[in-house]
Protein backbone atom coordinates (compact mmCIF):
# COMPACT_ATOMS: atom_id res chain seq x y z
CA UNK A 1 0.00 0.00 0.00
CA UNK A 2 1.72 3.18 -0.88
CA UNK A 3 1.40 6.25 1.52
CA UNK A 4 -0.23 9.58 0.33
CA UNK A 5 1.94 12.49 0.88
CA UNK A 6 -0.16 13.76 3.74
CA UNK A 7 0.79 10.11 5.53
CA UNK A 8 4.45 10.93 5.46
CA UNK A 9 4.03 14.12 6.34
CA UNK A 10 2.16 12.80 9.70
CA UNK A 11 4.67 10.21 10.03
CA UNK A 12 7.62 12.80 9.90
CA UNK A 13 6.00 14.92 12.61
CA UNK A 14 5.31 12.30 14.95
CA UNK A 15 8.79 10.89 14.76
CA UNK A 16 9.95 14.44 15.48
CA UNK A 17 7.76 14.72 18.27
CA UNK A 18 9.20 11.79 19.93
CA UNK A 19 12.63 13.00 19.55
CA UNK A 20 12.37 16.31 20.99
CA UNK A 21 10.46 14.13 23.55
CA UNK A 22 13.39 12.11 24.07
CA UNK A 23 16.03 14.67 24.00
CA UNK A 24 14.09 18.08 25.21
CA UNK A 25 13.65 15.90 28.74
CA UNK A 26 16.70 14.91 28.48
CA UNK A 27 18.59 18.06 28.31
CA UNK A 28 15.83 18.90 31.10
CA UNK A 29 17.30 17.07 33.15
CA UNK A 30 20.64 18.05 32.75
CA UNK A 31 19.87 21.60 33.32
CA UNK A 32 17.60 21.37 36.41
CA UNK A 33 20.00 18.56 38.13
CA UNK A 34 23.40 21.04 37.51
CA UNK A 35 21.73 23.89 38.53
CA UNK A 36 20.42 22.78 41.44
CA UNK A 37 24.12 21.31 42.44
CA UNK A 38 25.64 24.39 42.12
CA UNK A 39 23.23 26.46 44.17
CA UNK A 40 23.92 23.65 46.62
CA UNK A 41 27.52 23.96 46.10
CA UNK A 42 27.65 27.75 45.91
CA UNK A 43 24.73 28.21 49.41
CA UNK A 44 25.63 25.37 51.61
CA UNK A 45 29.25 24.17 52.98
CA UNK A 46 29.90 20.41 52.77
CA UNK A 47 28.02 18.63 55.55
CA UNK A 48 25.70 21.58 56.38
CA UNK A 49 21.84 20.74 56.22
CA UNK A 50 19.23 23.21 56.37
CA UNK A 51 16.98 22.83 58.08
CA UNK A 52 19.49 20.90 60.91
CA UNK A 53 16.56 18.39 61.72
CA UNK A 54 13.41 17.07 60.01
CA UNK A 55 12.33 14.49 58.12
CA UNK A 56 12.81 16.54 54.89
CA UNK A 57 16.45 18.57 54.40
CA UNK A 58 18.88 19.98 52.00
CA UNK A 59 21.97 18.03 52.70
CA UNK A 60 25.53 18.91 50.80
CA UNK A 61 27.26 15.57 50.30
CA UNK A 62 29.44 14.21 47.58
CA UNK A 63 29.38 10.51 46.94
CA UNK A 64 32.86 9.31 44.92
CA UNK A 65 30.37 5.63 45.01
CA UNK A 66 27.18 4.67 42.96
CA UNK A 67 23.59 5.50 43.69
CA UNK A 68 23.45 5.58 47.38
CA UNK A 69 26.80 5.19 47.59
CA UNK A 70 27.52 1.84 46.92
CA UNK A 71 30.78 0.85 45.52
CA UNK A 72 32.57 3.78 47.34
CA UNK A 73 35.71 4.39 45.85
CA UNK A 74 35.63 2.78 42.33
CA UNK A 75 34.54 6.02 40.54
CA UNK A 76 36.67 4.62 37.30
CA UNK A 77 34.00 1.14 37.19
CA UNK A 78 31.22 3.44 37.87
CA UNK A 79 32.41 5.76 34.79
CA UNK A 80 32.47 3.15 32.34
CA UNK A 81 29.22 1.74 33.40
CA UNK A 82 27.89 4.96 33.17
CA UNK A 83 29.37 5.53 29.43
CA UNK A 84 28.00 1.92 28.92
CA UNK A 85 24.30 2.71 29.96
CA UNK A 86 23.94 5.97 27.95
CA UNK A 87 25.41 4.31 24.96
CA UNK A 88 22.62 1.48 25.52
CA UNK A 89 19.84 4.35 26.26
CA UNK A 90 21.42 5.62 22.55
CA UNK A 91 20.94 2.89 20.92
CA UNK A 92 17.55 1.58 22.16
CA UNK A 93 16.23 4.81 21.83
CA UNK A 94 16.43 3.62 18.17
CA UNK A 95 14.34 0.13 18.64
CA UNK A 96 10.74 0.84 17.18
CA UNK A 97 9.14 -0.39 20.52
CA UNK A 98 10.32 2.59 22.16
CA UNK A 99 8.49 5.16 19.26
CA UNK A 100 5.65 6.04 22.42
CA UNK A 101 6.12 8.93 23.96
CA UNK A 102 5.99 7.60 27.16
CA UNK A 103 8.77 5.43 26.52
CA UNK A 104 11.17 8.27 24.80
CA UNK A 105 10.52 10.11 28.07
CA UNK A 106 11.03 7.67 30.22
CA UNK A 107 14.63 7.19 28.54
CA UNK A 108 15.63 10.67 28.08
CA UNK A 109 14.91 10.94 32.35
CA UNK A 110 17.44 7.68 32.10
CA UNK A 111 19.42 10.09 29.68
CA UNK A 112 20.12 13.04 31.67
CA UNK A 113 20.61 11.99 35.05
CA UNK A 114 23.07 9.39 33.69
CA UNK A 115 24.90 12.15 32.03
CA UNK A 116 24.31 14.83 34.98
CA UNK A 117 25.48 12.08 37.30
CA UNK A 118 28.36 11.85 35.00
CA UNK A 119 29.20 15.29 34.41
CA UNK A 120 29.75 15.49 38.09
CA UNK A 121 31.93 12.72 38.66
CA UNK A 122 34.38 13.51 35.53
CA UNK A 123 34.29 17.74 36.46
CA UNK A 124 34.22 17.32 40.23
CA UNK A 125 35.54 14.06 40.86
CA UNK A 126 32.24 12.86 42.48
CA UNK A 127 29.14 13.34 42.90
CA UNK A 128 26.75 16.30 44.87
CA UNK A 129 23.74 14.90 46.72
CA UNK A 130 21.44 17.27 48.79
CA UNK A 131 17.63 15.91 48.73
CA UNK A 132 17.78 14.38 52.56
CA UNK A 133 14.57 12.21 53.32
CA UNK A 134 15.60 11.21 56.86
CA UNK A 135 16.50 7.38 56.69
CA UNK A 136 16.90 7.06 53.01
CA UNK A 137 20.42 7.85 51.74
CA UNK A 138 20.49 11.18 50.06
CA UNK A 139 20.43 11.32 46.41
CA UNK A 140 19.92 14.67 44.17
CA UNK A 141 17.88 15.05 40.78
CA UNK A 142 19.45 13.06 38.71
CA UNK A 143 19.14 10.06 40.84
CA UNK A 144 14.86 11.05 40.96
CA UNK A 145 15.53 11.40 37.49
CA UNK A 146 17.00 7.77 36.45
CA UNK A 147 14.66 6.18 39.22
CA UNK A 148 11.50 7.48 37.65
CA UNK A 149 12.09 6.55 34.47
CA UNK A 150 13.32 2.90 34.85
CA UNK A 151 9.59 2.66 36.75
CA UNK A 152 7.75 4.35 33.45
CA UNK A 153 9.85 2.28 31.90
CA UNK A 154 8.93 -1.07 33.56
CA UNK A 155 5.33 -0.12 33.48
CA UNK A 156 5.28 -0.04 29.85
CA UNK A 157 6.86 -3.53 29.37
CA UNK A 158 4.06 -4.32 32.05
CA UNK A 159 0.87 -2.75 31.09
CA UNK A 160 1.34 -1.64 27.82
CA UNK A 161 -1.50 0.46 26.79
CA UNK A 162 -3.25 -0.84 24.08
CA UNK A 163 -2.73 -4.41 22.55
CA UNK A 164 0.83 -4.79 20.46
CA UNK A 165 2.12 -2.21 22.28
CA UNK A 166 4.66 -4.36 24.70
CA UNK A 167 8.33 -4.20 24.02
CA UNK A 168 8.27 -8.13 23.20
CA UNK A 169 8.91 -9.09 19.35
CA UNK A 170 5.79 -8.45 16.71
Known sequence: MQQTPHQGDRKGRTRLALELGFYLTAAAVIALDQ?????IRANLE???SIPEEGLFRLTYITNVGGAF??????GFLITITSLVAIAAVLIYSRYPAFNRMMVRIA??????GALGN???RLWLGS?????DLGPWPVFNLADSAVVIGV???IYYILFPARKGEGLSPK
Open 118 to 120: LID
Open 69 to 74: GILGNQ
Open 151 to 153: ILL
Open 107 to 112: LGLILG
Open 127 to 131: VVDFI
Open 35 to 39: VSKYL
Open 46 to 48: LGQ
